[in-house]
Antibody, heavy 118, light 108 residues
Framework: QVQLVQSGAEVKKPGASVKVSCKASGYTFTGYYMHWVRQAPGQGLEWMGRINPNSGGTNYAQKFQGRVTMTRDTSISTAYMELSRLRSDDTAVYYC???????????WGQGTLVTVSS | QSALTQPASVSGSPGQSITISCTGTSSDVGSYNLVSWYQQHPGKAPKLMIYEVSKRPSGVSNRFSGSKSGNTASLTISGLQAEDEADYYCCSYAGTVVFGGGTKLTVL
């Protein structure tokens, strides 16, 4: 069965970076785009970007351009999202989600809480 | 890219039908049949309910249906049940991907 398992919660200081992992199993990792979506406490979903695990090609939301880097390691079927120059308003749950096509995000990770606090 | 516009809240009684709207522009909802809907219960990851405007993934109840007219997409839930109480988000392709602000559904 398809599973996306994310790394554990993180606490970071402002200005630091965080790298969240998303390990995929139960399907061909390189066959589906992986998207990253975040949700601040009490707020809605916010799209951050996507990576093509086959080519490594990425597309990022304009808001995160220059601060986010999405990578993958096909040998271990794992996608990564690194966000730099963290601010307090980056405190959120970060999700990875598998994308068969279009805006169809059919499987989601369990979420990773990133807390940014001095 | 601005977020799609959804009502903040809707409510209905068990057995009734409700519709949640999702208004975008001619650059997103109006241009692509790539609208999806997600259900999210508190503390849980979102769940795909509708994709490509009106298609239901396997396992999703046929009480959930989607449609689109112009720049506005809609999610209709018929025969409301207590477990439908959740937040609902629309999503559209727009060159990139954009979500709506979310709608809280209360089952009275």
């Amino acid at each position: 069965q398809v599973q996306l398992v994310q790394s554990g919660a993180e606490v970071k200081k402002p200005g630091a970076s965080v790298k969240v992992s998303c390990k995929a199993s139960g399907y061909t990792f390189t066959g589906y785009y992986m998207h990253w979506v975040r949700q601040a406490p009490g707020q809605g979903l916010e799209w951050m970007g996507r990576i093509n695990p086959n080519s490594g090609g990425t597309n990022y939301a304009q808001k995160f351009q220059g601060r986010v880097t999405m990578t993958r390691d096909t040998s271990i079927s794992t996608a990564y999202m690194e966000l730099s120059r963290l601010r307090s308003d980056d405190t959120a749950v970060y999700y990875c989600a598998r994308n068969p096509a279009g805006t169809e995000l059919d499987y989601w990770g369990q979420g990773t809480l990133v807390t940014v606090s001095s | 890219q601005s977020a799609l516009t959804q009502p903040a809240s809707v409510s209905g009684s068990p057995g009734q039908s409700i519709t949640i709207s999702c208004t975008g522009t001619s650059s997103d909802v109006g241009s692509y049949n790539l609208v999806s809907w997600y259900q999210q219960h508190p503390g849980k990851a979102p769940k795909l309910m509708i994709y490509e405007v009106s298609k239901r993934p396997s396992g999703v109840s046929n009480r959930f249906s989607g449609s689109k007219s112009g720049n506005t997409a809609s999610l209709t839930i018929s025969g409301l049940q207590a477990e439908d109480e959740a937040d609902y988000y629309c999503c559209s392709y727009a060159g990139t991907v954009v979500f709506g602000g979310g709608t809280k559904l209360t089952v009275l």
